[in-house]
């Protein structure tokens, strides 16, 4: 069972970047996603969560309200983070988890699998 978080780079501020969290040997569609940033030096933060389903749990931080999107590709066994207005304090290595209580959505989700990040660096 693997997660993987893909998609970061270099952007210029302003700019969008979409990441992407893969998984093997899980069905992403059937549980809670979580994304997770960690700038140097700094605590690990949450991002958003999408939820198992459309039951009005899924929520964005404050920074990331009306900046970034979590949605799902259930044919690509993918959850997506759409980024556009990017700043340079959104510089951070992004990491996405799940909470494998089958059906969980976002109301208290106990994440218990990781993915190994992905860098964004927002610079001019």
């Known amino acids: 069972v693997q997660l993987q978080a893909s998609g970061g780079g270099l952007v210029q501020p302003g700019g969008s970047l979409r990441l992407s969290c893969t998984a093997s040997g899980f069905t992403l569609r059937n549980y809670a996603v979580g994304w997770f940033r960690q700038a140097p030096g700094k605590e690990r933060e949450g991002v958003s969560c999408i939820s198992s389903s459309d039951d009005g749990t899924d929520y964005y931080v404050d920074f990331a309200k009306g900046r970034f999107t979590a949605t799902r590709d259930n044919v690509q066994n993918t959850v997506y983070l759409q980024m556009n207005s990017l700043k340079p304090e959104d510089t951070a290595v992004y990491y996405c988890?799940?909470?494998?209580?089958?059906?969980?959505?976002?109301?208290?989700?106990?994440?218990?699998?990781w993915g190994q990040g992905t860098q964004v660096t927002v610079s001019s």
């Open positions: 988890a799940l909470d494998s209580w089958a059906g969980s959505n976002c109301a208290g989700p106990k994440y218990d699998y």
